[in-house]
């Protein structure tokens, strides 16, 4: 079945410092890729997507790209705030014309920005 | 403000008891679900509802119903809950394909004892 595989972490980072979260996919379509953001005792934020390979998604200086050749969607960012910490899913979506296209996440990456 | 409202946030409750999780969401959104958060298991799908009175199971659907007689409400209903279903529910909605992005709600924290 499909499925996203993503580091769990926690990731922990001082301010400034560049973020790489690594996200994996397997599917036995074309999918939509996802990232979600969930601060705490909030629910789940779309972040970016991208819906066809090689697009790059970005949102908040956030960027990620659709890989095809590597079945990769890594989220990027050049330099995290203490704002930043929160919990990140990696998702997929593949659309079966007419079926039911929901949400395959990843467990999800805890990152703690340090002042 | 457009949003998906989950009531209630927390909620204890007694083996067997039944229970209702309301959703409601203001967006006109046909596709609507519900999914449960666990630690290192991510967010599974429950339930899902393409539009009024369609639904369908999703991928953990076992102990738990669902109802959509009108568009803006999705309720969770467990009917005799256990242990194993203490966990963070969240309920979803979105227009269209998922390519549009879900709309989450604040989530329900179920413990059930």
């Known amino acids: 079945g499909d499925s996203v595989t993503q580091m769990e972490g926690p990731v922990t980072l001082s301010e400034e410092a560049f973020l790489t979260i690594n996200c994996t996919y397997t599917a036995t379509g074309y999918p939509s890729l996802f990232w979600y953001v969930q601060y705490p005792g909030e629910g789940l934020q779309l972040l970016l997507k991208a819906t066809k390979a090689d697009d790059k998604g970005s949102n908040k200086g956030f960027e990620a790209t659709y890989r095809k050749e590597t079945t990769s969607f890594h989220l990027e960012k050049g330099s995290v705030q203490v704002s930043d910490s929160a919990v990140y899913f990696c998702?997929?979506?593949?659309?079966?014309?007419?079926?039911?296209?929901?949400?395959?996440f990843g467990k999800g990456t805890h990152l703690i920005i340090q002042p | 403000e457009a949003q998906v409202t989950q009531n209630p946030r927390y909620l204890i409750t007694v083996t067997g008891k039944k229970l209702t999780v309301t959703c409601s969401q203001n967006m006109n959104h046909e596709y609507m679900s519900w999914y449960r958060q666990d630690p290192g298991l991510g967010l599974r799908q429950i339930y899902y509802?393409?539009?009024?009175?369609?639904?369908d199971k999703g991928d953990v659907p076992e102990g738990y119903k669902v109802s959509r007689k009108e568009k803006r409400n999705f309720p969770l209903i467990l009917e005799s809950p256990s242990p194993n279903q203490t966990s963070l529910y969240f309920c979803?909605?979105?227009?269209?394909?998922?390519?549009?992005?879900?709309?989450f709600g604040s989530g329900t924290r179920l413990t059930v004892v």
């Open positions: 509802s393409m539009n009024v009175e369609v639904t």
């Open positions: 979803a909605s979105r227009r269209g394909t998922a390519n549009y992005g879900y709309t």
């Open positions: 998702a997929l979506s593949l659309y079966s014309g007419g079926g039911a296209d929901g949400l395959t």
